[in-house]
């Protein structure tokens, strides 16, 4: 085996590692997606879950009343929604709105919470 059989190997070696770097950083990249995505429906089926228990029991009015009042919203329920996505780890700020948060936190989301 002579030295230039060896550095073919070494190259065609590199080729084999960079492609294989490539796939790994493309699946990666695929699985945060899955994340956010599977993040986004719990929260989503956890919401709708919510509002059927709430028309199921506005449909059932209690026993005296013949019907129940509207509630209105809070005043802030927007704010304590977007910290409580915040704290779920997805991002709040214009610039990443959605996104999962995998590096810790954001400093455009803390100055959008601190408004």
Do not use: W
Request: charged letters at 30%; proline letters at 3%.
């Amino acid at each position: 085996m002579d030295k230039q059989d060896i550095f073919e190997q070494i190259e065609e070696m590199e080729e084999r590692m960079g492609a294989a770097y490539a796939e790994l950083g493309a699946l990666k990249k695929r699985v945060v997606a899955l994340l956010e995505e599977n993040q986004r429906l719990s929260i989503e089926n956890q919401q709708l879950r919510k509002l059927l228990r709430q028309d199921e029991a506005a449909e059932q009015p209690e026993p005296g009343q013949s019907a129940k009042a509207v509630s209105l919203p809070v005043i802030g329920e927007g704010y304590d929604n977007l910290a409580r996505l915040y704290h779920e780890g997805f991002h709040i700020c214009n610039v990443y709105y959605g996104h999962l948060r995998t590096e810790g936190d954001c400093l455009f989301c803390l100055s959008f919470l601190n408004k």
